[in-house]
Nanobody, 119 residues
Framework: QVKLVESGGGLVQPGGSLRLSCATS????????MSWYRQVPGKERELVAS????????NYADSVKGRFTISRDNAKNTVYLQINSLKPEDTASYYC????????????WGQGTQVTVSS
């Protein structure tokens, strides 16, 4: 069975930091682009960051550039999101996504981890 399991979310004060992890199994991790998305109730799911299947040039939403860093460890089948200088507007459920690099084929989602930024 394909599994994507996010962890690391929680309640944090503005300006704080969290490190989210997404541990995966059941597919060839190194053949998949990995991304983090976030979603708040009543709004569309938003792409936050992505990283190519073998690493390299990363991509970020304008709202998180300079604060969030995506990375991956293909030996551990795990993708990470380091989130710094958190703002209340970062509050959301954060989801891990795996998309086959060829553009055709499977697209997998985790169940999400909640990040709440509040004073």
């Amino acid at each position: 069975q394909v599994k994507l399991v996010e962890s690391g979310g929680g309640l944090v004060q503005p300006g704080g930091s969290l490190r989210l992890s997404c541990a995966t199994s059941g597919f060839t991790f190194s053949s998949y682009v990995m991304s983090w998305y976030r979603q708040v109730p009543g709004k569309e799911r938003e792409l936050v960051a992505s990283i190519p299947s073998l690493g390299g040039t990363t991509n970020y939403a304008d709202s998180v550039k300079g604060r969030f860093t995506i990375s991956r460890d293909n030996a551990k089948n795990t993708v990470y999101l380091q989130i710094n200088s958190l703002k209340p507007e970062d509050t959301a459920s954060y989801y891990c996504n795996a998309r086959f690099r060829g553009g055709y084929g499977n697209n997998y989602w985790g169940q999400g981890t909640q990040v709440t930024v509040s004073s």
